[in-house]
């Protein structure tokens, strides 16, 4: 073993959203408020900004983490469905 000879960056840089997107910040354990309702995404984004797109479907809202979709909220139903990459 031998240390790394890169620095460790214990915070990230802050994302720029464009303008499509609503941003929210995430509680402490991945909660965050949309329209007066409160929903969990994960306690992995706990505490930072989160996108969402609108889509084409009435109520229907991609969430981002940055560049990424990581769920789709539907605030018809209350909902949100976590993002399936890969299946």
């Not at 306690?43 to 979709?69: H, M």
Request: charged share 30%.
């Amino acid at each position: 073993y031998r240390p790394s000879d890169r620095s460790f960056q214990e915070q990230t840089k802050s994302y720029e959203y464009s303008d499509r997107f609503k941003v929210r910040r995430t509680g402490r354990y991945g909660q965050l408020q949309f329209h007066g309702v409160t929903y969990r995404v994960s306690e992995a984004f706990g505490n930072e900004s989160i996108g969402l797109a609108p889509t084409q479907k009435e109520g229907q809202w991609e969430v981002y983490y940055c560049r990424y979709r990581i769920a789709v909220l539907d605030e018809r139903e209350g909902t949100i469905r976590r993002h399936q990459p890969f299946g």
